[in-house]
């Protein structure tokens, strides 16, 4: 066989040959620094460190909802509309990684056909790899890599989300949560958790009974929010009543609830009409400043608890480890000192609390 | 540092309908700790290998039920090689006569897979295909 050998397509990850063509847009040289980040380690610092700088120029949407809600058909018809205005559209789609063998079925491109060879479409299905909150530790380096190579809207599918997969919200700029009718009393609406991270509601398969309901529904859980204050990504804002009434501005966001037929296309418009109307609403009065550093210090978060986490296990013998895990199963030491003593054997700073 | 995962790519190029021997490879690599894309029915061979492209598969598995894999499978060779994706192993799976099977190999196919073969053997071949080539 000819053509590039499989050590060529694994090498030159770090080379700055390949980060020039992320930057010029090839999308194979896209896909290979994923996978870079994917892997994670030393290689993959470098080059987002050369790519970070390119970034922070798009418009990234995060769709969640429960298993089955019709996310993938839903982000197949926005990616149709976005390109429609002219706009190249990055996806990043995730399916839970089996907890059992550390294998996955990536199927979000099922439902995908549509836009599958459309040169200005770029489609990346990610496995968990045991992360929890409904995204891969490597969605957030993705979407930096497609920002980077100059797609100016990404679009985040998260896993089939249950109450509790709200990391999305926290690195989306807009969060679409997938609702499908009689999928739930008001209580389930007022519960904490995922409805409670949107942005915009999306009553999706709206041809079903029932629909209208769930749409009150929602109303209904949305009409509870008090007035001027506003839940933004899970966290309260005073919004500054500035007594300009143009524009929105000096109001809070009141999530849109929206009905669509994802699989006929119906109401895709106006939801790509609602994601801009809440684009524009953070733009006013610094509010996607103040989202943007609040996005950051959690990535920063983020990435230094895995990068100390993974620093201690690799300090810590396998030994030690079996050793310590005797200790707690035989009641000679609780797990909370025998985490401090491996911490403190490991040379890292100990905290006593 | 995580370790690294095979991914493969499950494709059904062509027009026949029957995607349960597909389903039933995926599964079975899944089980064994690989990641597998899987794309459904009727992939013309350009949206199998832009899959290819924008996923990083280190394989692709075509099921072909059809008849039509001395068409459609030297059209995704071709284009492999097209977009630089040479080092991709390619398996084809399906209803093979025994003559075809050895000019699908002589394009470069690291295995053929008929009816009743063991998933072990599929899983083993992908697994060393992925770490020879």
Same mark, same amino acid.
């Given at each position: 066989?000819?053509?590039?050998?499989?050590?060529?397509?694994?090498?030159?990850?770090?080379?700055?040959?390949? &980060?020039?063509?992320?930057? %010029?847009?090839?999308?194979?040289?896209?896909?290979?620094?994923?996978?870079?980040?994917?892997?994670?380690?030393?290689?993959?610092?470098?080059?987002?460190?050369?790519?970070?700088?390119?970034?922070?120029?798009?418009?990234?949407?995060?769709?969640?909802?429960?298993? +089955?809600?019709?996310?993938?058909? *839903?982000?197949?018809?926005?990616?149709?509309?976005?390109?429609?205005?002219? =706009? %190249?559209?990055?996806?990043?789609?995730?399916?839970?990684?089996?907890?059992?063998?550390?294998?996955? &079925?990536?199927?979000?491109?099922?439902?995908?056909?549509?836009?599958?060879?459309?040169?200005? &479409?770029?489609?990346?299905?990610?496995?968990?790899?045991?992360?929890?909150?409904?995204?891969?530790?490597?969605?957030?380096?993705?979407?930096?890599?497609?920002?980077?190579?100059?797609?100016?809207?990404? =679009?985040?599918?998260?896993?089939?989300?249950?109450?509790?997969?709200?990391?999305?919200?926290?690195?989306?700029?807009?969060?679409?949560?997938?609702?499908?009718?009689?999928?739930?009393?008001?209580?389930?609406?007022?519960?904490?958790?995922?409805?409670?991270?949107?942005?915009?509601?999306?009553?999706?398969?709206?041809? =079903?009974?029932?629909?209208?309901?769930?749409?009150?529904?929602?109303?209904?859980?949305?009409?509870?929010?008090?007035?001027?204050?506003?839940?933004?990504?899970?966290? *309260?804002?005073?919004?500054?009543?500035?007594?300009?009434?143009?524009?929105?501005?000096?109001?809070?966001?009141?999530?849109?609830?929206?009905?669509?037929?994802?699989?006929?296309?119906? +109401?895709?418009?106006?939801?790509?009409?609602?994601?801009?109307?809440?684009?524009?609403?953070?733009?006013?009065?610094?509010?996607?400043?103040?989202?943007?550093?609040?996005?950051?210090?959690?990535?920063?978060?983020?990435?230094?608890?895995?990068?100390?986490?993974?620093?201690?296990?690799?300090?810590?013998?396998?030994?030690? *480890?079996?050793?310590?895990?005797?200790?707690?199963?035989?009641?000679?030491?609780?797990?909370?000192?025998?985490?401090?003593?491996? &911490?403190?054997?490991?040379?890292?700073?100990?905290?006593?609390? | 540092?995580?370790?690294?995962?095979?991914?493969?790519?499950?494709?059904?190029?062509?027009?026949?309908?029957?995607?349960?021997?597909?389903?039933?490879?995926?599964?079975?690599?899944?089980?064994?700790?690989?990641?597998?894309?899987?794309?459904?029915?009727?992939?013309?061979?350009?949206?199998?290998?832009?899959?290819?492209?924008?996923?990083?598969?280190?394989?692709?598995?075509?099921?072909?039920?059809?008849?039509?894999?001395?068409?459609?499978?030297?059209?995704?060779?071709?284009?492999?090689?097209?977009?630089?994706?040479?080092?991709?192993?390619?398996?084809?799976?399906?209803?093979?006569?025994?003559?075809?099977?050895?000019?699908?190999?002589?394009?470069?196919?690291?295995?053929?897979?008929?009816?009743?073969?063991?998933?072990?053997?599929?899983?083993?071949?992908?697994?060393?295909?992925?770490?020879?080539?």
């Amino acid at each position: 066989m000819k053509g590039p050998s499989r050590e060529d397509a694994q090498r030159p990850s770090t080379s700055t040959e390949v &980060i020039g063509q992320v930057l %010029s847009g090839d999308r194979r040289a896209i896909a290979q620094v994923i996978s870079l980040m994917e892997r994670g380690g030393a290689e993959a610092r470098e080059a987002i460190a050369v790519l970070y700088r390119h970034t922070g120029r798009a418009q990234v949407i995060g769709v969640t909802g429960a298993p +089955g809600t019709g996310k993938s058909t *839903l982000v197949n018809e926005m990616a149709k509309a976005y390109r429609r205005q002219g =706009l %190249s559209v990055g996806i990043v789609a995730i399916d839970p990684t089996s907890p059992f063998s550390g294998g996955a &079925i990536l199927g979000d491109r099922i439902r995908m056909r549509d836009v599958a060879t459309d040169p200005h &479409i770029f489609i990346r299905s990610m496995a968990t790899r045991g992360n929890l909150g409904g995204l891969a530790r490597a969605t957030a380096d993705a979407t930096h890599v497609l920002d980077a190579a100059g797609y100016p809207v990404i =679009l985040v599918e998260t896993v089939g989300a249950g109450q509790n997969e709200v990391d999305i919200a926290r690195m989306a700029h807009t969060t679409v949560v997938l609702q499908m009718p009689a999928s739930g009393d008001e209580i389930q609406a007022i519960k904490a958790g995922i409805l409670e991270i949107a942005d915009i509601l999306v009553v999706n398969k709206a041809d =079903l009974p029932g629909a209208d309901n769930t749409v009150a529904a929602l109303r209904a859980m949305l009409d509870l929010n008090s007035e001027h204050d506003e839940w933004h990504h899970g966290r *309260l804002y005073r919004v500054e009543v500035a007594g300009v009434d143009s524009a929105g501005l000096g109001e809070s966001w009141r999530s849109p609830v929206l009905k669509t037929c994802a699989l006929r296309g119906e +109401g895709v418009a106006e939801l790509v009409v609602a994601i801009q109307a809440h684009w524009q609403y953070q733009g006013n009065g610094g509010l996607r400043e103040r989202r943007e550093r609040e996005r950051v210090a959690d990535e920063l978060r983020r990435i230094l608890r895995y990068t100390l986490l993974e620093r201690l296990l690799s300090q810590i013998s396998e030994d030690d *480890l079996e050793q310590t895990v005797q200790h707690i199963v035989t009641r000679e030491q609780d797990p909370y000192s025998a985490a401090e003593t491996l &911490i403190q054997k490991a040379g890292l700073v100990s905290q006593k609390v | 540092m995580e370790e690294r995962k095979i991914r493969v790519l499950i494709a059904k190029p062509g027009l026949d309908g029957h995607d349960r021997g597909a389903k039933v490879v995926a599964r079975a690599l899944r089980d064994a700790g690989m990641e597998v894309i899987y794309t459904g029915l009727r992939q013309t061979p350009e949206m199998i290998v832009e899959a290819a492209l924008q996923e990083d598969v280190d394989a692709v598995g075509l099921s072909i039920l059809s008849g039509a894999h001395r068409t459609l499978v030297p059209r995704v060779m071709r284009l492999l090689q097209e977009y630089g994706l040479g080092h991709v192993s390619v398996f084809v799976g399906g209803i093979i006569p025994d003559d075809d099977s050895l000019a699908l190999r002589e394009l470069g196919v690291k295995g053929v897979y008929g009816p009743g073969t063991a998933l072990g053997e599929i899983v083993g071949a992908i697994q060393r295909g992925v770490a020879s080539s």
